[in-house]
T-cell receptor, first 114, second 115 residues
Framework: EAQVTQNPRYLITVTGKKLTVTCSQNMNHEYMSWYRQDPGLGLRQIYY???????DKGDVPEGYKVSRKEKRNFPLILESPSPNQTSLYFC?????????????FGPGTRLTVT | AQKVTQAQTEISVVEKEDVTLDCVYE???????LFWYKQPPSGELVFLIR??????QNEISGRYSWNFQKSTSSFNFTITASQVVDSAVYFC????????????FGPGTRLSVLP
């Protein structure tokens, strides 16, 4: 089944404790992206990647890191999480750029930073 | 910068009513792409439609229809004869070639369809 998976689905952590949210797709998509969703703000793009070893900042990259060492994986790293990073996070992928192809979204990861 | 505005934060209708969700976008590019996504209470994001800037034809898919007007920078979404299952948050989104592949969502409109 074609899908985007994220792990964990739920995470509660404390300020400053490094964490990684994994994202994997099995559709051989070139484009992958991370978003955060906050009430009243919709989804905002954090980082995106056009292909392996190619990443770029979205609208809200501060406090996040990403890497794209393999085509299928695009982990989101919070090196020193803070309470303002409490949010719902979505990973997405598309065959190429999202203008031309539909984005497929993962199920979301709800992160709480205390 | 690119921007998507959805001025309606929440809308409530009674089942079988028609409802229109507004979307206004801003971009300096001549080639851009507009989208609508649905997020039901279960939380997943469901793709509804993609439209490029060169195609101003309105589209109808069952009870759903979309009206794209470049003159007013709007891409509105109408649900005809709404049903309870249409209750969800609906997002309008924009991307364009000249902004790399940066993807911008509007804040969303929460639609509640009451039985």
């Amino acid at each position: 089944e074609a899908q985007v998976t994220q792990n964990p689905r739920y995470l509660i952590t404390v300020t400053g404790k490094k964490l990684t949210v994994t994202c994997s797709q099995n559709m051989n998509h070139e484009y992958m992206s991370w978003y955060r969703q906050d009430p009243g703000l919709g989804l905002r793009q954090i980082y995106y990647s056009m292909n392996v070893e190619v990443t770029d900042k979205g609208d809200v990259p501060e406090g996040y890191k990403v890497s794209r060492k393999e085509k299928r994986n695009f982990p989101l790293i919070l090196e020193s999480p803070s309470p303002n990073q409490t949010s719902l996070y979505f990973c997405a992928s598309s065959q190429q750029g999202p203008g031309y192809y539909e984005q497929y979204f993962g199920p979301g990861t709800r992160l709480t930073v205390t | 910068a690119q921007k998507v505005t959805q001025a309606q934060t929440e809308i409530s209708v009674v089942e079988k009513e028609d409802v229109t969700l507004d979307c206004v976008y801003e971009t300096r590019d001549t080639t851009y792409y507009l989208f609508w996504y649905k997020q039901p209470p279960s939380g997943e994001l469901v793709f509804l439609i993609r439209r490029n800037s060169f195609d101003e034809q309105n589209e109808i898919s069952g009870r759903y229809s979309w009206n794209f007007q470049k003159s007013t920078s709007s891409f509105n979404f109408t649900i005809t004869a709404s049903q309870v299952v249409d209750s969800a948050v609906y997002f309008c989104a924009l991307t364009s070639d000249n902004y790399g592949q940066n993807f911008v969502f509007g804040p969303g409109t929460r639609l509640s369809v009451l039985p």
